[in-house]
């Protein structure tokens, strides 16, 4: 299977978009053939519309310089916030563990596109957010920022949830 390089989701079948990847799921609900990602991608840069010209134009030197460059921010804005030490609050930086949400997903029997969101077919879905946290990855314990904690415990004690609000640290 070909895939396209949109970022670190090199997962993304080029062939078939995921709004089509839903489609074929349920066969009798399908319209016409599926939709390939190129064509999709290609339509919306025709248009000048594009949410994001850097990840998903035909070009692949612009996809790949793209994503070198943020690779190149992200260690930047590590470095920065290890480096600066705020006087009012704290602050802390942290890398999104989709790689690990991917590999949790296909051994739990999903299909990595079930984590893109199918609507535009390249940012992460509601299950590609939800697995890191069932997992422990949670900002604001790993963080550990006390004000927006207490904000929290008062705010579930009103509406009468359960907030997850115990520090790592």
């Known amino acids: 299977m070909e895939v396209i390089d949109s970022g670190c989701r090199s997962f993304i079948p080029a062939y078939l978009h995921p709004l089509s990847q839903q489609h074929l ?3 009798d609900d399908l319209v016409g053939s ?13 248009l000048e519309t594009s949410p994001c010209k850097g990840w998903l134009p035909s070009n692949d ?9 943020a690779v190149n921010l992200s260690i930047a804005v590590h470095d ?6 705020p ?5 802390g930086y942290l890398d999104f563990p989709f790689d690990q949400a991917i590999q949790e997903w296909i051994s739990q029997g999903g299909e990595p596109w ?4 199918s609507v535009d077919g ?7 957010h939800a697995i890191p946290f069932d997992h422990g990855y949670n900002p ?3 963080i550990g920022c006390p004000r927006l904690i207490h904000t929290l415990s008062i705010l579930s004690e009103s509406l009468k949830i359960k907030v997850n609000t115990k520090t790592t640290a």
Request: hydrophobic share 30%.
């Open 80 to 85: 920065a916030t290890n480096a600066y030490s």
């Open 34 to 46: 599926p939709i390939a990602s190129s064509k999709v991608y290609s339509y919306v840069e025709c």
């Open 114 to 117: 079930h984590l893109i969101e």
């Open 25 to 27: 799921q349920s066969q």
């Open 122 to 128: 390249f940012h992460i879905s509601q299950c590609g």
């Open 61 to 69: 030197t612009l996809r790949a310089f793209t994503s070198e460059r």
């Open 87 to 91: 006087k009012n609050f704290d602050s």
């Open 140 to 142: 604001i314990n790993l």
